[in-house]
């Protein structure tokens, strides 16, 4: 709960300090890449750690994610120049990439399937904890103190979690002779690099169809192939394809996929039409995302018992409908609405997220013995970064599209956009996010009705 806190903390800190940061600094048309770079660091690393973590144990990757995460944020905390910050946001994300999803191993792997629907609560809370905490914090050491300490606050905390887990947690791990992918995990970390930034750039630093973002997806594609080409020759791949031909795992991962879609996406939307459109300021906008952060960790909290009860099928199918449910209560959302309409919406968006990414992750541990757990994880995880660069490209996309169509030309500064353009452009957001969050109800389709579990999970 101490290593996850300061990923989850860190997802909600930054975004009120952004004003302060780019004042202090400078580099506004760079700032977009603090949260960018951050989020293909932590990407492209998650099925690296994986494999690791089956291979020489969860402790030993977790400790080296803790200590990665803790030095970006001091060297955060004493960056001279926005360059050096997105620059040091890197190593942030090089440490998250082996901190979320070896905490979640680490619970697969000392709980039995009936103990997790009551550790589930106490890991939910982190994220519920930290939807009110980070902000807050933001807002305090901005105001009051330094932007800088919002990086400065990971120290203790990290040095905590590493301490405890060097001292308390205890694995075995089967020393044996092992043979490592080098060529898989190049040509995986190149190829997602790439495809990552063609999606998380492409219509906004440069156009879809301009030569930049042909090539980048294009190289993309090559070495991806060639990834999984190599992969089916080699003797322990990175990532083993065998998780998209097991039908629970596979689930999970598009489970991951369309959740990331959805969360990202909306959650770069939501806060702007609070303020462009409502009228409202900073403050009251983020707490209408917070409804959606808060949703979640209280359906995950309580997913156990429905699980254990009804099934994981029967439970991602609830959550599906929930989650669909919240998507159409956006859509009659006009420019006279209250927040509460707004936030109404993401709560109980946020409550069928719960309700089907949790349990599906479990799933996946519980199908899998030990040596492949790590891997049945960091697959989930990776696929809900992936999910979240495709949610900020497409709805970008589309938001832009209405944009450019109805001013007759290109997107201008957001500073020159009236509610009356925008609130179309993010009405169209809205519509597409209902029909990803109808995909959650196929994906709880795929899902078996019962798990079943090898001797050791």
């Keep these: 709960m101490l290593s996850l806190g300061l990923v989850a903390i860190d997802s909600t800190i930054l975004a009120t300090a952004v004003p302060s940061i780019v004042s202090d600094l400078g580099g506004f048309t760079q700032f977009p890449w603090l949260f960018s770079i951050y989020l293909l660091a932590q990407a492209v690393t998650v099925p690296i750690y994986a494999k690791l973590a089956d291979i020489v144990g ?33 190593v942030q994300g090089v440490g998250a990439g082996a901190v979320q999803p070896m905490s979640m191993t680490i619970v697969g792997d000392i709980y039995t399937l009936e103990e997790r ?57 089967e020393r044996t002779r092992h043979s490592v992918d080098y060529a898989g995990s190049l040509l995986l970390t190149g190829g997602g690099i790439l495809l990552l930034l063609a999606l998380l750039e492409g219509g906004v630093r440069w156009a879809w169809d301009s030569p930049t973002s042909i090539t980048l997806f294009a190289v993309a594609v090559v070495l991806l192939v060639a990834f999984v080409v190599v992969e089916q020759r080699a003797a322990e791949p990175v990532l083993p394809l065998w998780v998209f031909r097991r039908r629970v795992v596979l689930s999970a991962i598009l489970a991951s996929l369309v959740v990331g879609v959805l969360m990202m996406g909306l959650s770069s939307y939501i806060p702007l039409y609070a303020q462009s459109v409502l009228g409202h300021d900073a403050l009251v906008s983020g707490l209408a995302l917070a409804a959606m952060t808060l949703g979640w960790p209280i359906a995950a909290s309580n997913s156990g018992r429905l699980y254990l009860t009804v099934g994981f099928r029967t439970t991602m199918l609830i959550g599906g409908v929930i989650g669909f449910a919240g998507a159409l209560l956006l859509l009659p959302i ?66 832009n599209g209405v944009v450019a169509d109805r001013l007759g030309r290109g997107v201008p500064d957001l500073e020159h956009l009236t509610p009356d353009v925008l609130h179309p452009a993010i009405h169209a957001v809205f519509v597409v996010s209902a029909v990803f969050a109808l995909a959650l109800l196929l994906v709880g389709l795929l899902m078996t009705k019962h798990v079943e579990q090898p001797r050791d999970a």
Excluded at 62 to 88: E, H, N, T
């Design 58 to 90: 969860r402790k030993p990757v977790m400790l080296v994610g803790i200590g990665l995460f803790v030095l970006g944020s001091l060297l955060c905390g004493l960056a001279w120049s926005m360059g050096a910050l997105i620059a040091f946001r890197a």
């Design 117 to 173: 629907a009551k550790v589930q609560g106490y890991v939910a809370s982190v994220w519920a904890l930290s939807a009110v905490i980070g902000p807050t914090l933001g807002g305090v050491f901005t105001d009051y103190l330094s932007w800088r300490w919002i990086f400065l606050v990971n120290l203790p905390l990290g040095i905590a979690a590493f301490l405890m887990l060097w001292r308390r947690f205890e694995e075995r791990v």
């Design 334 to 399: 006009g420019p006279d609405s209250s927040i509460w309409v707004l936030a109404a919406p993401c709560f109980v968006m946020g409550l069928g997220f719960g309700l089907v990414a949790s349990p599906s992750i479990i799933a996946a541990q519980s199908s899998v013995t030990w040596e492949h757990r790590g891997v049945a994880t960091g697959s989930t995880m990776f696929a809900r970064s992936v999910g979240s660069a495709v949610g900020v490209a497409v709805f970008g996309a589309i938001a």
